[in-house]
């Protein structure tokens, strides 16, 4: 559910570079969430974004890129997408993923 936006790196271990897979072109097939975190203007890089079904459940984590970025592909429906970063950062925000479209969160904090 996660993958590389061809940041340099893995995601702890998990073998996906930070940052999940930047999609730029149609998703195709996909639901995909992606977007940036920043704090005042200036990408936060040290973090993660969490993605949380309608439960409120843990599904997928990825580690900001160096750009804040994060990529998600979903199944569609409605989810939480939650920030976590030093300094204790936190944010979330409501999402809906749909199947063939490229949902963009722009989360500053």
């Known amino acids: 559910m996660s993958g590389a936006d061809g940041q340099a790196g893995d995601a702890g271990g998990c073998g996906a570079p930070a940052g999940g897979i930047r999609v730029t072109a149609g998703a195709g097939n996909q639901a995909v969430v992606q977007g940036h975190v920043t704090s005042l203007g200036t990408p936060v890089h040290s973090g993660y974004a ?13 580690p900001l890129g160096e750009d804040g970025g994060f990529t998600f592909y979903a199944a569609p429906g ?9 300094g204790g950062i936190r944010a979330e925000r409501a999402v809906s993923a749909s199947t063939g479209m490229i949902t963009e969160l722009e989360v500053a904090v």
């Open 78 to 86: 409605d989810w939480t997408l939650r920030v976590l970063a030093p």
């Open 50 to 62: 969490r993605l949380l079904n309608s439960d409120g459940e843990f599904v997928a984590e990825v």
